[in-house]
């Protein structure tokens, strides 16, 4: 599944195109992805001017000029195209044409109209549009936590969250209501470059170790994002290429393989926890 950073590349190839523009020829083919697209979603879209394009966690936030907020998620493979080009895949080989398109819109900016399509062959993927004035109490957001990048986001955040807590750092770091967006693949990575065990219990860390790891966590999403995300199978980018983060993985999908780290002679080991591979070295991550 598009972690932040992907969902970062493709809010940043879509900005281009689509802030300040007007929306027009909607299309729906079909009524539903994984849930029900909205009512009258293309009446609602047509006219429209996209007035900006957030991200929070990992969903796109497109605020129009008819006070409401349009909201995607990518689910597993969900991806816009751009004049048959595609601006967003990521982990699932998938037809981006033909029946997996399942809506397309034109946005027109400065004289210029580009066609913009959105196709999901696994239909995991959704759509909402949401009074802009009510997105952050939507339930899709509320209760959310800080997002990784933002200035809500410290090791005393972490400090504070993580207090008592027995569940291991890795799952809490996956929880959603203590920090927004963050995935499998970069807590793994940021784990590994503040050198904390996965194993080790959320509240057992102490906080100058948590200052340390979100300085890590931000290091390693803005690295990924720099190098325009993570290409799995097929992820790709607003302009057609691919993302080379997963060329620098220190343990991500390193099962077996020798720890990078130049005073370590480890191996990076893969284990599951709550249903999620984690990949560390337990030499360099000790609890």
Not at 10 to 35: C, H, I, K, S, W
Not at 81 to 105: N, V, Y
Not at 236 to 255: L, M, P, S, T
Request: proline share 6%.
């Amino acid at each position: 599944m598009p972690e932040l950073p992907e969902v970062e590349t493709v809010r940043r190839g879509l900005q281009p195109v689509m802030e300040g523009a007007r929306l027009d020829r909607t299309r729906q083919n079909r009524p539903d992805l994984r849930f029900p697209f909205p009512d009258r979603f293309p009446e609602r879209l047509d006219g429209a001017v996209v007035e900006r394009i957030d991200r929070r966690a990992k969903y796109l936030l497109m605020r129009l000029s008819t006070g409401e907020t349009w909201v995607t998620h990518l689910g597993m493979t969900g991806r816009f195209t751009l004049d048959g080009r595609q601006l967003g895949e990521f982990e699932e080989p998938a037809p981006i044409a033909g029946k997996h398109e399942h809506m397309s819109f034109c946005a027109t900016l400065n004289g210029a109209t580009h066609r913009v399509g959105f196709a999901d062959a696994r239909r995991f993927g959704f759509m909402g549009l949401i009074p802009t004035d009510q997105v952050e109490a939507h339930p899709w957001f509320a209760g959310m936590g800080p997002e990784p990048l933002g200035n809500a986001f410290s090791g005393a955040h972490l400090s504070e969250v993580f207090a008592g807590r027995k569940q291991n750092i890795k799952v809490s770091l996956l929880d959603q209501r203590l920090v927004a967006g963050l995935g499998n693949i970069y807590v793994c990575e940021a784990l590994y470059r503040a050198r904390i065990s996965p194993l080790v219990a959320a509240g057992k860390v102490s906080k100058p170790r948590l200052e340390i790891l979100a300085a890590r966590i931000r290091d390693v999403l803005n690295d990924a994002i720099e190098a325009g995300g993570s290409t799995l199978r097929d992820f790709a980018n607003a302009e057609g290429g691919q993302g080379y983060f997963q060329h620098r993985f220190d343990v991500y999908g390193r099962e077996g393989e020798p720890c990078r780290a130049e005073d370590c002679s480890g191996v990076v080991r893969r284990i599951v926890q709550s249903g999620r591979s984690t990949f560390f070295c337990p030499s360099c991550q000790k609890r």
